[in-house]
């Protein structure tokens, strides 16, 4: 095991105060370097340089360095909003992720599901308009009924849900542009009989444009989770996501690594795919609150399929540690 001290003395000798969050796991050295202000060959000379600085430290057999030149993080450990925007429900929660494909969606709505296993009335609307899975997710593959003029959201698994995929043929492409998509979404919000919940959570779609911005503008949420995978690309488009919520005043409740690892049904070793622990590192370097990890499990991506969700125990955790977040 490398000498603590040691590290920081290199560290702080190639990076001054541009590194951040060092973590140190199986003699691997991670950390958060902030490039602010350089362009990309300064950029570059800087992580070669600490790379080269932390590989002399003896016991440090690989470093992992997240680049960024984000803003200053979301107000994470601010209070959370006390009440939404929308009447009746006393928390809006954004689960959004930096990248698409991480499992954004599959974390909604178990972590909806196992939310509402609390005891807590929960709402799950996706917004992920441009790929809206959960209706498969849920087993809902139904159109939602309009009554008195408002939409009213299906019920499954002690949940209740929308998504445009409940409004349209399943295989319609959908081609809309960033404000039909936003207003959409405020339909399925505003336009929607969501009755009296505690949390309605949020599935945006995946990613840090425009679209996402307005929507968490718009929106307001009580919070947010962010959603990433452990390897480094996903990472970076992580600390983006922190950042934008950090423009827009929303506070990260925390982060959720998915497909943290995988343990093989049938030998039972585990292997780390896309790495592991990448997510805590990124929490820890950001100041952002870590609410678990999720395995990559054939069981999850069955249930997904199947419309089961609600049996992964992980989620258990993560919703305690998210309704705390929420103050609920
Ligand atoms: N932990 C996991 N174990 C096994 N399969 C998973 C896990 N998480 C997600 N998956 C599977 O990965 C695929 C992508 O997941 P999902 O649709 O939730 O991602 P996403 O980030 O919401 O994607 P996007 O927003 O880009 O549409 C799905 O088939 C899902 O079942």
Redesign the pocket.
């Known amino acids: 095991m490398p000498d603590r001290d040691t590290l920081n003395a290199a560290l702080a000798a190639a990076a001054g105060t541009r590194a951040s969050g060092l973590v140190v796991r199986d003699g691997v050295a991670g950390l958060v370097l902030a490039v602010d202000g350089l362009d990309t060959a300064e950029a570059e000379r800087l992580r070669a340089a600490v790379e080269v600085a932390l590989r002399r430290v003896p016991g440090v057999t690989g470093v992992r360095i997240i680049m960024t030149a984000a803003k200053a993080a979301a107000p994470v450990g601010t209070a959370v909003r006390p009440d939404s925007a929308v009447p009746g429900v006393r928390r809006l929660l954004a689960v959004a ?1 930096g ?11 178990n972590l909806a599901v196992a939310l509402g296993k609390r005891g807590l009335k929960v709402g799950l609307l996706d917004a ?1 308009i ?2 809206p ?1 959960v209706p498969t ?1 849920l087993g809902l593959p139904g159109r939602a009924q309009i009554e008195g003029g408002k939409l009213l959201p299906m019920a499954a698994h002690g949940i209740t849900a929308l998504s445009i995929g409940m409004m349209m043929a399943q295989d319609k492409a959908v081609i809309w542009r960033g404000p039909m998509a936003a207003s959409a979404m405020m339909q399925m919000i505003e336009q929607a009989n969501w009755g009296v919940l505690d949390v309605l959570v949020i ?1 945006l ?2 990613g840090t444009g425009d679209i996402q911005l307005t929507m968490a503008q718009k929106l307001k949420p009580s919070g947010a989770v962010i ?1 990433s995978t452990p390897q480094d690309l996903a990472l970076i488009d992580a600390r983006r996501a922190i950042a934008m919520f950090g423009e827009v005043g929303v506070p990260v409740i925390g982060l959720v690594e ?3 690892m ?1 343990v093989c049904p049938h030998c039972g070793e585990r292997s780390d795919i896309f790495g592991h622990g990448g997510a805590e590192d990124l929490g820890a370097g950001a100041g952002v609150p870590f609410l678990g990890a ?12 199947a419309g089961e969700p609600g049996a ?1 125990p992980e989620f258990e955790g993560i919703a305690e540690r998210v309704s705390v977040g929420l103050g609920l």
Not at 100 to 108: D, F, M, Y
């Open positions: 992720s990248k698409g494909g991480v499992g954004k969606s599959t974390v909604a709505a992920d441009y790929g899975s997710l599935d779609p995946p959603v998915n497909m943290s995988f999720v395995p990559l499990t054939m069981a999850l991506r069955a249930a997904s399929d992964a």
